[in-house]
Nanobody, 112 residues
Framework: QVQLQESGPGLVKPSQTLSLTCTVS????????WEWIRQPPGKGLEWMVA???????WYSPSLESRMSLSRDASKNRFTLQLNSVTPEETGVYYC??????WGQGTLVKVSE
């Protein structure tokens, strides 16, 4: 059974950098593609970035300039960093594989 677990700070101040990690068990991060998706309160899902099995990153054009990704195959996890966050980016952040499933999500609040 594949499990995805997001981890993050919970609270980030505006203009700071948000760092989130997705740790995967039950599947290798180098075998399939993975996604980061977020959902602001009361709004729909927003796709952020895809991480391919080959280690390439495909960014949402609206976020590309502020986002960076990395992955650690030895620990089977990948990390997203989003710079200069705003309060409007408060929401639940998910890592997922479209076929294997989603993590439970981690709530991020951007606030002073």
């Amino acid at each position: 059974q594949v499990q995805l677990q997001e981890s993050g700070p919970g609270l980030v101040k505006p203009s700071q950098t948000l760092s989130l990690t997705c740790t995967v068990s039950g599947a290798s991060i180098t075998s399939v593609n993975w996604e980061w998706i977020r959902q602001p309160p009361g709004k729909g899902l927003e796709w952020m970035v895809a991480i391919t099995d080959g280690g390439r990153f495909w960014y949402s054009p609206s976020l590309e300039s502020r986002m960076s990704l990395s992955r650690d195959a030895s620990k089977n996890r990948f990390t997203l960093q989003l710079n200069s966050v705003t309060p409007e980016e408060t929401g639940v952040y998910y890592c997922a594989n479209w076929e294997l499933g989603w993590g439970q999500g981690t709530l991020v609040k951007v606030s002073e």
